[in-house]
């Protein structure tokens, strides 16, 4: 099998005007297809986070890639390492590679016709959890309606559309995503109001759901040391865990020494890099891996048995993405024999997909496809619309700051607020 073909698509799929320590999710939130043909026809797809330098260096990938064996992936990887690796910086190598990998799995499953799980050592669990992802937003639902809802919402549709800026709109945003995918864990974004009122808002969480459903605040690592301990030891009993409200490993390590609360990271130990310094100082107790941003399936399966070693936690990640990001999260989740939380996800946010029949959460979790490579088809007629959307949105990297200022002129971030 030889790869004959590579087509590199950049999507804008509509976000809703969602709050966050960096401003303001804009009304399109930018994606990058990458489409593998093999000599036989068969194609397997990757999915990455867009924008114009991501969709380039994908591009200059083609020469590269075309003639070689999708089963080849550690010489895939060491060509792409090397006609890259000086031009390119580490993340957007990873995040290249991933795209690169995930299609070349995808394309393997389908010639061999099993799933990607099955390729990764097989299923360690037949589904994979998620949790529901809480946000603080403006209302409406983005994309070419701007910041205004639906006429026709209902349902999720609505309570998407809802004001949700106190306690009791993220206590009813949660009810309703719950309601719509039973979601069992709840996590909100923070780091956009003052910190007393999203702690109010995870207290009055708690008292809504109970003590048998873990929460997690996330400020986004833009609260100082001082305010972190403060409000840490407030929130001690009631997180399942607290992740990246300070930045630096060395701040999150002293934070560990003051409060009783698991840290996690997705802001801190974002590479392998990284990992030499967090194993010596202690810096966090749980590691959100991402595998566009780590490299792919595989190297999520690295850090995982790294993680393992060391005693430290593994979840995922999340960044608003299709179905085949989401795929590609369920095949390597069930993959790890380590996976000690449900996972995040963004996808209840999104209502438009580049694949025919999206998953489907039961019970807050997706089954691992059985059939062969991710499990999802794409759907052209799709793609070819988001693409469009893409050249006509006027965006092409993201850029939360500059949507802020939509709604709140002059609005700057800083890195540190409270």
């Known amino acids: 099998m030889k790869i004959l073909e590579m087509h590199v698509t950049p999507i804008a799929i509509s976000d809703p005007p969602l709050l966050n320590a960096a401003g303001l999710h804009a009304p399109y939130a930018l994606r990058t297809i990458v489409e593998l043909v093999s000599d036989d026809g068969l194609y397997g797809v990757g999915e990455v986070p867009g924008g114009a330098s991501i969709t380039a260096w994908l591009e200059q990938c083609r020469s590269h890639l075309l003639g070689q064996d999708p089963f080849q992936l550690n010489a895939i990887a060491e060509t792409l390492k090397t006609r890259l690796g000086g031009r390119i910086n580490p993340r957007h190598l990873a ?92 996590k909100l974004k923070g780091g956009v109001f003052p910190p007393e009122e999203e702690v109010e808002a995870m207290f009055a969480l708690s008292d809504a759901f109970g003590p ?41 390590a002293e934070l560990a020494k003051n409060v009783s609360l698991p840290l996690a990271t997705n802001m801190c130990t974002t ?111 799709s793609l070819a619309a988001l693409h469009e959307t893409y050249k006509n949105c006027g965006l092409d990297e993201r850029n939360d700051e500059l949507a802020m200022q939509v709604k709140q002129p002059g609005w700057r971030f800083a890195a540190t607020r409270w």
Request: net charge negative.
């Open 95 to 186: 995040l290249v590679q991933s795209a690169i990998e995930v299609a070349c799995f995808d394309l393997m499953g389908k010639a061999v016709n099993r799933p990607v799980v099955d390729l990764l050592g097989g299923k360690t669990r037949d589904q994979v959890d998620f949790a529901a992802y809480l946000f603080y937003k403006y209302e409406g639902v983005g994309g070419a309606l701007g910041f205004k809802t639906r006429d026709n919402a209902q349902g999720w549709g609505a309570a998407r559309g809802a004001e949700a800026l106190d306690a009791k709109g993220i206590v009813d945003q949660a009810k309703a995503m719950c309601e719509a995918y039973g979601f069992k864990s709840l």
């Open 212 to 252: 048998d459903t873990p929460l997690r605040l996330d400020p986004n690592a833009i609260w100082s040391l001082e305010t972190s301990i403060t409000w840490g030891k407030r929130l001690e009993g009631v997180l399942e865990y607290y992740e990246d409200p300070v930045r630096t490993q060395e701040a999150m």
């Open 271 to 381: 590479s392998f890099a990284d990992i030499p310094g967090a194993m010596k100082l202690g810096s966090e107790a749980i590691i959100l891996s991402d595998h566009h941003y780590w490299g792919g399936l595989r190297a999520t399966l690295d850090l995982g048995r790294i993680c393992q070693t060391f005693g430290r936690g593994l979840s995922m990640h999340s960044n608003s993405h299709v179905g085949i990001s989401l795929a590609a999260m369920v095949h390597v989740g069930a993959a790890l024999p380590y996976l000690s939380y449900a996972c995040d996800t963004h996808y209840p946010w999104q209502y438009e997909d580049v694949v025919t029949k999206p998953l489907e959460f039961i019970d807050g979790a997706i089954k691992v496809p059985d059939s062969p490579g991710l499990g999802v088809e794409l759907d052209r007629d």
